[in-house]
């Protein structure tokens, strides 16, 4: 046994659950490693693809997934995902070949080291056959206890050596970090003060939604959650939804009027905030060590489940913000504008959603790309729960969305997997549809064309050349059954019957709508991004 296959069985024997990459010289033998020891392996087009199925994999399974790419241009290639991956802090482990340290004038040579530091990942490196074992542990060790995405580079001369055996010793998750006594009073205190509390959750408060919920119902606060957590408070009467660009009127409403905020595994950017429009009042952040983005009265560092447990026992019963009142609002429903702008050849993309919400199985997977169109299926489609909704959004890049939705929907096949993209981001990721068919995976891709970088339009305005960012139809509809998906052109309600004839057929392929929507003049999260 070689290195290659050393690492391989190490990180198989620790309990990584999934393989994405493309297969190089630099790599072969230890993703055949990786596979020879259970590990399911995808094989990606590209490896940016990769990078985001295995970010998204690990966020909706819990599980840490591997990346396999070659040295140099393989590498390079995963970076905007790897980035994305780093900005999230998804626990997940990149295996890259790289060159013997004597290989100076290689092709393929690059500082990996600086790169991926560059990236805001963790460079971690096998420095010989006798430390192989202990160099992958150590790696997958960082990805697990501190929540990084480490990127473990394999020479290819250590890989070629032999390999010297050691026992691999289980890596245990962390327990929950019990907040300080202290920190707990001074929160219950801001809590039983407050009249008219909210609860914002993250994906730091995934796995406590019982116990903030318990605590709320004590306290009377109104609940909501950052759009990675979108699903967390899906059932709850008391749910406000996303706060943030992506907020109904009605939610920013009662989120601004709170007297305290308290955020639950939650940075509190700028984003799920407004720019600190919607923190008027004090503000509290309980997280287990993320820094909030804006300023707090209060920092707790603590499990977001074990703090809000501790905080009941010391708080007050009272009605809080749940009045009458207040409840008849929320009951009311968000009230979303929806002035149709539907015509003869274009549908206004809030009608195609809000059907879409209609017709698909509530049982479903959301995954969302970035551009003008994305507040429709974040706000407009309901999830059954956190890991309903997987939003790869922290590099803020176009081109992710299919991906996410690929490496979503294997961490979750009792669901039905929906990508909502743009015409630019699919056709950016477009060699990955292969895949989709490739792998039989029951999807549908609900494609938002405008034939334009839409937010680059409204953003710039019509007085502006526009012609960089305005494109002919490219026929998606086409280009998909080319790759062999069902595709649907949607340019009206109507159209979307079709929809119902792929739910009860076999599925044995993907469904994609080009749906062709009407100008929205520019969403209202996307004036809130660019003010």
């Known amino acids: 046994m070689n290195v290659a296959a050393i690492v391989g069985q190490t990180l198989a024997e620790l309990g990584v659950a999934q393989a994405f990459g493309v297969v190089g ?50 590498l390079t290639n995963a970076m905007t995902g790897i980035a994305e991956a780093a900005k999230s802090r998804t626990p997940m482990i990149v295996l890259t070949a790289d060159t013997p340290s004597s290989a100076i004038l290689a092709n393929f040579r690059i500082d990996q080291d600086a790169a991926v530091t560059a990236l805001g990942a963790t460079s971690e490196r096998v420095y010989s056959a006798q430390t192989a074992v202990a160099d992958t542990v150590r790696a997958y060790r960082i990805a697990v206890h501190e929540r990084r995405t480490v990127v473990l580079n394999l020479p290819l001369d250590v890989q070629a050596a032999s390999a010297v055996p050691a026992t691999v010793q289980p890596v245990e998750p962390l327990l929950p970090i019990r907040p300080n006594r202290k920190a707990v009073e001074d929160l219950a205190a801001m809590i039983d003060q407050a009249r008219r509390p909210v609860f914002i959750a993250g994906r730091g408060a995934r796995g406590a939604a019982k116990e903030i919920r318990a605590l709320a119902a004590k306290t009377g606060a109104l609940l909501a959650t950052s759009a990675v957590a979108h699903g967390l408070f899906h059932d709850d009467p008391w749910s406000l939804g996303i706060s943030g660009g992506f907020s109904s009127a009605l939610t920013a409403d009662l989120i601004s009027q709170a007297d305290l905020v308290v955020g639950w595994g939650c940075a509190l950017t700028k984003w799920t905030t407004r720019r600190g429009t919607l923190l008027t009042g004090k503000v509290a952040h309980v997280d287990i060590g993320g820094q909030a983005h804006q300023p707090v009265d209060l920092a707790v560092r603590g499990d ?95 081109g ?54 839409g937010a680059e339009i409204h953003h710039f305005g019509q007085d502006a050349d526009l012609s960089t960012v305005r494109f002919p139809d490219a026929g998606i509809g086409q280009i998909a059954r080319g790759f062999g998906c069902s595709a649907i052109a949607v340019h009206n309600v109507k159209d979307l019957d079709g929809v119902t004839d792929w739910l009860n057929g076999p599925r044995d392929r993907p469904l994609l709508l080009d749906a062709r929507i009407a100008s929205d003049g520019g969403s209202w999260w996307l004036a809130e991004a660019f003010s």
Not at 369 to 383: H, I, R, T
């Open 304 to 398: 977001a489940g074990q703090t809000a447990q501790d905080v009941a026992e010391l708080v007050t019963v009272r009605d809080g913000y749940r009045t009458d009142d207040i409840q008849a609002r929320i009951a009311a429903g968000p009230r979303w504008p929806v002035p149709d702008l539907s015509t003869d050849t274009h549908i206004d993309p809030r009608e195609l959603t809000a059907r879409l919400d209609e017709l698909l199985p509530g049982e479903r997977i959301v995954a969302v790309d970035s551009g003008n169109f994305m507040g429709y299926p974040s706000a407009y489609l309901s999830v059954p729960d956190e890991f309903g909704f997987c939003f790869t959004q922290s590099f803020q890049s176009i």
């Open 400 to 453: 992710l969305g299919l991906f996410t939705a690929i490496g979503a929907a294997l961490a979750r096949p009792d669901r039905l997997p929906v990508a909502a993209v743009g015409d630019g981001g699919l056709l950016m990721s477009i060699a990955e549809l292969e895949t989709v068919v490739r792998l039989k995976l029951p999807m549908v891709i609900v494609v938002y064309n405008d034939s334009a970088y």
């Open 25 to 74: 010289s630099g790599n072969f033998e230890v993703t055949n490693a990786l596979r020879a020891h259970g590990v399911p392996f995808v094989a990606t087009r590209h490896e940016a693809g990769a990078a985001t199925m295995a970010d998204a994999y690990g966020r909706m399974s819990g599980r840490v997934a591997v990346v396999s790419v070659h040295q140099g241009c393989g």
